[in-house]
């Protein structure tokens, strides 16, 4: 049998899906689990978006523009032109999910073996891309005691060698919930000019943004337009993730060309999933608000409610829907497969996704756990009570 | 402004897109162009799989398993059992177009900096799928005299080095037509076992086969189970090239828990897809008799219309929906750009896939082209009555 690739054989799992089989073994024993460890709202999709689907016309489902559909993405130009973001429909390429762009961007801009900066905790998939490119991920640490605050530019100096390509950040981000500051961007942009280097922006979670606080885009960012590879995503914004469709949105000429290459190469991007985003740039702002009334009321129990147990810590998220929280265990992991495994509180238990998946540096995260509160307030109350009662029969408790 | 990486300045640019701003250009000049350079069919989808979309009844399009929906899973592992595959449903990854399987099995099976062996002209998006993963595509040249032949597995053994890992064919094949036998893939076989080497085999265009003759999928080969690794799309099958629906088949299981990683990071195929491809799993027989009558109606017309034109060869395709043919000029993308340019026939035209593209060899395929037959009748006349007058009157004609 011929041998398998050392990169396929240094592919991470994804540490979301790590403990899915102790799930999966837990439900079929009858055992009811809330979902805390996944992304995926329960928000329903605006109609919108669903009616353009179910008004589909065509009687051939053909190709797209490799770039996505014009009227789509002159749509989405607008939608930039909405937020104050100066882009054209040709600085737009529609991809399969934020996930492509990513990889179009590492492959267009970093060679192998070239190094990518990213604060960690981070959202693992960066590393499978980097992986899938051939590039090395090297994280700065940030802290759940500033609540995962921008690391100070000084330690990104010291890991910045001659293979540095590249920075990348989730804003809002994810795991974490931290939303970067104009400031703390401005320092970033300091840094990604003194060391020519380019600056990713995941900002998928960009309508998520809590207390009265607001977005700041690194494309507002004057002098940064040659440096900055936007990553968007409808996912979560219109809770479509089944569409897979995303974007990548660069000024830089020379990277949209290069991408676009890549683009070529598969054809197009879903020719369904670009209808349903379209038509869902016309979603009524009353969606939006009532998004953001249900996240509100969602974030602002579970965090009050998790910090009320004894010996957890969880920082308040000013975005996206995500939050670390510390948990008074040795080994967060090994607690998480045993409240599948071995516990349930009136044969019901909750999953969380261990926060060490989320480093990149061994050892770190081994006492947190990141949980989406993507779950309805009654549920959300169920899971947390869940918790608070497995961490008082916890034989790993510390 | 940051560099580009080294491998986006290499990525190919696609050959069928290279002529686009020039037929673009015409038409706003108001002449009419037909095109034979895409493989984008007029073959209207299955009813069963528009429905399935117009139908759609959830709330929130959700993400679905990486691996695809294990209803669509099971639908494709009976699909497969019907052509006398022996495969399951946990052998199957529902991928975002055949190009994502291509580039699956590429990272979960080769380094980078190995060798894939292909048989010149091919599908060119290999060399972009290549250019990703990092890995060198080696040719082997077939030749219009044979019809596109598989060449002698002696021109295999010449290439064969330590850094070969696998072997791709597209059969039936794009470009060429060509029907690999059993006999040729038997031949395969035992090079693929002699070098321990991977097969790749893309075979979307199972079903268009002609003249009576079977295609014989490498999967049905005793003993090569752990070397194959199998494309499968639905574009071509139902003409529905935009929902990006392929798979990637594969019974060696390590290949498929490697590919399965990557198939996570990217979190999962198009929901949406999945639902046509699953309804279009139920298209009556008499669609494929239909689409089937239609295509072997336009190939005996168009091929044995080249053919009568002075100084053109055509082979007889035995599948798919593509020729390469010899052309009476001296460069034939000069030829394809002056057809776009400087040439109409009442004012309209004909837009083809210069060959060189498909060949990695420089210098090959100079004087041919790449049709496409996948225009009606009464078009498929017209474009070849243009293609006629214009070689009566192209300057570069030998």
């Known amino acids: 049998m011929p041998n398998l690739s050392i990169r396929g054989k240094e592919m991470p799992a994804s540490p979301i899906r790590k403990l899915v089989p102790f799930a999966e073994e837990a439900k079929r024993k009858g055992k009811k689990v809330y979902h805390l460890n996944i992304g995926q709202p329960d928000i329903p999709t605006p109609k919108v978006a669903l009616d353009a689907i179910k008004n589909y016309k065509e009687g051939v489902i053909e190709y797209s523009h490799s770039a996505g559909n014009e009227s789509y993405r002159k749509g989405m130009a607008q939608y930039y032109k909405n937020l104050g973001i100066d882009i054209s429909s040709n600085e737009i390429i529609i991809t399969t999910g934020g996930s492509e762009a990513i990889i179009f961007a590492m492959l267009a801009c970093m060679n192998q073996g070239d190094e990518i900066i990213v604060p960690e905790p981070y959202y693992t998939n960066y590393s499978g891309f980097a992986n899938e490119a051939g590039v090395n ?10 609540g995962f605050a921008l690391p100070p530019i000084s330690e990104f100096e010291k890991v910045i060698t001659k293979k540095t390509k590249a920075i990348i950040i989730c804003n809002p981000n994810n795991p974490t919930g931290y939303l970067y500051s104009k400031e703390e961007l401005y320092q970033l942009k300091e840094i990604v000019l003194k060391h020519d280097l380019y600056i990713f922006a995941d900002e998928v979670y960009r309508e998520f943004v809590y207390d009265g606080m607001e977005h700041f885009s690194v494309l507002k960012i004057k002098g940064l337009e040659q440096n900055v590879v936007l990553f968007d995503s409808v996912s979560k914004r219109y809770s479509m993730c089944g569409v897979r469709t995303g974007a990548l949105v660069t000024k830089n000429k020379q990277v949209y060309d290069s991408a676009m290459k890549y683009a070529q190469a598969r054809l197009s991007p879903p020719s369904i999933g670009q209808l349903a985003g379209e038509a869902a740039l016309q979603t009524p702002k009353e969606y939006f608000v009532n998004v953001y009334n249900e996240y509100i009321e969602r974030r602002n129990f579970v965090i009050e409610a998790l910090n009320k147990i004894d010996g957890v810590f969880a920082p308040m998220p000013k975005g996206a829907f995500y939050s670390i929280i510390q948990l008074p265990v040795k ?47 009654d549920d959300l109350k169920k899971a947390v009570r869940i918790l608070e009662e497995a961490l008082k029969v916890y034989p790993g408790r510390v």
Do not use: H, Q
């Open 137 to 146: 991920v090297v994280p700065i640490t940030s802290n759940i005691e500033d």
């Open 331 to 377: 080994d967060a992991e090994d607690f998480c497969k045993w409240l599948l495994v071995d516990f349930d509180y009136n044969n019901e238990t909750v999953m969380l996704a261990p926060a060490n998946g989320f480093y990149a540096t061994k050892g770190l995260g081994k006492n947190e756990a990141r949980i989406a509160y993507v779950l309805k307030i």
